[in-house]
C-alpha cells in the first residue's frame, strides 16, 4: 500500500478517534462560550444557583442559621446573605437583619445601613439605605404606636410611612428580637438558604475548565489542542486530493 | 506612625471600594436642584405603571414605589439601574414634561466612565417623550460604554415616564 494511502487512513482513524472523544467537551465549550457571549442579555450575572454542594465544591463557607425573627404573623431567617421572608426567598447579597417590624399593611426589615419594605405577600416596596435614612449605622429598630422606630448614633427616629422621620419614639416601642431556632429547624432552613454562585461565573469556570480545579486549565489546553489537531487533519484531508489533481 | 499612615490609606481605599464611584449623594443632589430637601413623594406602582415600567427597563421594576422631590415647577428623580453588572445611580431633573439635566451621582462598573462625562450627559436636555414612551431624540453612543449608554437612556424614559403618570 503506498505511504500516502496509509498516512490518509491513519490520519482519517485519529481524525475520528480524537472528534469522537473529545466531543462531550467541544459541545460544552461551544455552548457555555454561546452563553457567555450573550450573558447581559440572558442576565447570567443576576441569576444564581443554589446547591449546597456546589458551595462545598468552591469552597464556599455555609453559615447555618442560629435565630429567626418573628412578627405575630411573620417569620424571617437569614444566613449566606439570603433572607427567606415567610419561607420565600428574597434576594442576593442581602445584609445581616437587625430585626423585622409590621406597621399596618407594611413589613419592614432592617439592616445596618439600610430598610428593606415589604408588602405582607412578599412584594418588594421600597428599599431605603444613606440618604432616605435618619442616620446609619441602625442599631435596632421596633414598633410603636403604628410607626416604625429606628435607633440611631443620633436618637431614635419614628416614621408612619417609612418614608419620612421626625426625631423621637413613641413612649413605649416593642424592639425586634431575634429567637433561637430548633436545631432540626436549622439543618433545613440551612439547606434553603445555602449560598448562591452566580450561572456567569459558573459558566466561566465550565468553559475554561476552572471548574475542575487546577487541573481543569491543563485539561482545556489538551482539549485545545485537539481540536487544533482536528482542524488541522480536516484540512489536510480536504486539501490534499484537491492538491494532487 | 508610618504604620497608622497605611493602615489609614488601606481603609480609605477598602472603603472607595465599597462605596465605588460616587459623585454626589442624592441628598445633595436634590438640594442643589430644590434649595432644599423638602419630603419625599411617592409614586406608587399600580399594575398598570409597572407594566409601563417593565417595558422600557426590559425587566420589572425593582419596587412597588418610587420616592421623588419635587417643588411644583420641577421634580427630581433618582433612579438606578445596572449597566453591565454593576448599579449606576443617576439624577433626572425634570420640567413640563422634559429633562432639564440629568447628573451621573454614582458609576461602580470598571470601565465605561464616560456616561458621566457632561458632554454626553447635555444630549438628555429637552428630552421628552414620544408617542411610544421612547426619546423623542436620537442619542449618540459612546464606544466601550454601549450597555451603559443604553441603562442611561432606560433610565432617562423612566424619569419622564415616572414624571408623566406622578401628574396624572
Not at chain 1, 490520519?11 to 465549550?29: D, E, N, Q, S, T
Not at chain 2, 458609576?107 to 458632554?119: K, L
Amino acid at each position: 500500500m503506498p505511504f500516502r494511502l496509509r498516512l490518509a487512513r491513519t490520519l482519517r482513524r485519529w481524525h475520528a478517534r480524537i472528534g469522537f472523544a473529545a466531543l462531550i467537551f467541544f459541545v460544552l465549550i461551544a455552548v457555555t462560550g454561546v452563553a457567555l457571549n450573550h450573558g447581559a442579555a440572558l442576565g447570567l450575572d443576576s441569576r444564581h444557583v443554589h446547591a449546597e454542594w456546589l458551595a462545598h465544591w468552591y469552597g464556599i463557607r455555609q453559615e447555618q442559621p442560629k435565630q429567626a425573627y418573628r412578627t405575630a404573623s411573620h417569620l424571617l431567617v437569614a444566613a449566606n446573605g439570603r433572607w427567606l421572608l415567610d419561607g420565600s426567598p428574597t434576594g442576593e447579597k442581602m445584609p445581616h437583619p437587625l430585626g423585622l417590624v409590621e406597621i399596618g399593611d407594611l413589613l419592614v426589615v432592617g439592616g445596618e445601613s439600610s430598610l428593606h419594605v415589604y408588602r405582607a405577600d412578599g412584594a418588594l416596596v421600597d428599599r431605603l439605605d444613606g440618604y432616605a435614612l435618619p442616620g446609619v449605622p441602625l442599631k435596632a429598630i421596633g414598633a410603636g404606636e403604628d410607626e416604625l422606630v429606628v435607633q440611631t448614633p443620633a436618637g431614635p427616629f419614628s416614621s408612619a410611612d417609612v418614608l419620612s422621620w421626625r426625631p423621637g419614639a413613641p413612649k413605649i416601642v416593642a424592639w425586634s428580637m431575634p429567637t433561637p431556632l430548633a436545631a432540626s429547624d436549622r439543618e433545613a432552613y440551612a439547606r434553603r438558604l445555602a449560598p448562591g454562585i452566580s450561572l456567569q461565573r459558573i459558566l466561566l469556570d465550565l468553559h475554561s475548565g476552572r471548574f475542575l480545579g487546577r487541573v481543569g486549565p491543563l485539561f482545556f489546553d489538551l482539549v485545545a489542542i485537539f481540536l487544533t489537531i482536528l482542524a488541522l487533519s480536516g484540512a489536510w484531508m480536504f486539501l490534499a486530493p484537491r492538491l494532487r489533481r | 506612625m508610618r504604620r497608622s499612615l497605611f493602615a489609614l490609606v488601606l481603609g480609605l481605599c477598602a472603603a472607595a471600594q465599597a462605596l465605588g464611584e460616587v459623585y454626589q449623594t442624592p441628598a445633595a443632589f436634590v438640594a442643589e436642584v430644590l434649595g432644599t430637601v423638602p419630603a419625599p413623594r411617592v409614586l406608587w406602582l399600580t399594575r398598570e405603571v409597572q407594566a409601563g415600567a417593565a417595558a422600557i427597563l426590559d425587566h420589572p421594576p425593582a419596587n412597588l414605589r418610587q420616592r421623588y422631590w419635587s417643588d411644583g415647577a420641577k421634580s427630581v428623580w433618582i433612579l438606578e439601574e445596572i449597566g453591565k453588572e454593576e448599579l449606576m445611580t443617576a439624577g433626572f431633573v425634570i420640567s413640563q414634561g422634559r429633562i432639564d439635566h440629568v447628573r451621573m451621582l454614582a458609576y461602580r462598573e470598571s470601565r465605561g466612565q464616560e456616561v458621566r462625562d457632561p458632554s454626553f450627559l447635555k444630549q438628555f436636555a429637552g428630552a421628552g417623550l414620544d408617542k411610544a414612551d421612547r426619546l423623542d431624540r436620537g442619542i449618540d453612543g459612546i464606544s466601550g460604554a454601549t450597555l451603559s449608554v443604553h441603562a442611561m437612556e432606560r433610565m432617562a424614559r423612566l424619569a419622564l415616564y415616572f414624571e408623566r403618570r406622578s401628574r396624572e
